[in-house]
């Protein structure tokens, strides 16, 4: 420990989430999924993504509305449409992969959507769970808007992340990016430890620029990227109708989620995907690299490099955060 952070072995940090989670209306269950999430992403590096996050958790106002059981509103052998039952999306989404696994198992292939769940936090969680499992995934998430399109002074999108997944040797390939310059986890945490955000990432409720994140809360985060960005936050937010963004509460900027998955073998024999993969990994890898660079990065590697070493030394979470995780109170 020190002054400004409490050092936590992944076993400590996941009994802190653990029982905050309950103490706020979770089950031991839920709690468990939810948190080993949570860990998974302090592990490999994403803090705003971290245990933080229970306390957003704790502050959503759907939070304290009732939960229903998960529940299929749609379903055929390949497909589900998913009524998350009010879920933070950590549980219902997490289900909704699960299910997207065993229908690619049955038939090679699934499409699976989900809505009325909110928060689903790390994409890249589902996606390496799906391409551990042998199948191929994209997966988008949309949410309620909190970011502006290009040339807006107000939020019309989510942070609308986009992932994608592919089996490999020893681990997958995965990319998972949000459409947004920075993401909401990111300005919430910043705004928790009195940080500034990065130049060019945020706009006030006037649509004048901003670093302040309480300010940004007030008015928009800005798309990646310009125009490019938001035509991707776009996609997603439409991608989630099909997830049934609109269902619940009859609002077309809602969360939703969607799953593609698919057994590379539909296509080609796994193996030799594969191979080709890794081949293809490590042409981009031996590419000549401009000055000043040492390496290209391979999405997803530095990740897993950093989960493993922090299994090993433990999670670094700021005091502040520690202390209201001990300090959350029952719904």
Known sequence: MNDENVLLQVEDAAALGRSGLQRIGYSADEARVITDHLVDSELCGYAALGLARILTISEHPRTREPRQPIRAVHETAVSALLDGGNYVGLYAVHQAALVAIDKARANGFA????????????????????????YACIHTAC??????????????FGTNPIAFGLPND????IFDMGTSAVMHGDVMLA???????????????????????????AGSILAFGGYKGSGL????????????AALTRGQ???????????????????AELKRQLTELIHRVRATPTQPGVDAIRIPSERAFREREERRRTGISLPRLIYERLNALYVC
């Not at 499409?111 to 042998?134: D, K, P």
């Not at 936050?233 to 049934?244: D, I, R």
């Open 143 to 156: 949410s309620q808007p909190v970011v502006a399109p290009f040339g807006g002074a107000a939020p019309a």
């Open 252 to 270: 077309v900027q809602d969360f939703a989620f969607l799953f593609v998955v698919f057994a590379p073998d539909l296509l080609m024999p796994a």
């Open 191 to 217: 705004r928790r430890l009195g940080r500034l955000l990065p130049e060019g990432t945020a706009i006030d409720a006037e649509g004048r620029p901003t670093r302040d994140p309480a300010a940004a809360l």
């Open 111 to 134: 499409l699976v959507g989900m809505h009325n769940a909110f928060l689903s936090c790390r994409n890249a969680y589902y996606v390496e769970m799906i391409a551990r499992a042998g």
């Open 170 to 173: 020893p681990d997958p390939l």
């Open 233 to 244: 936050a776009l996609m997603a937010q439409a991608l989630g109708l099909l997830g049934g």
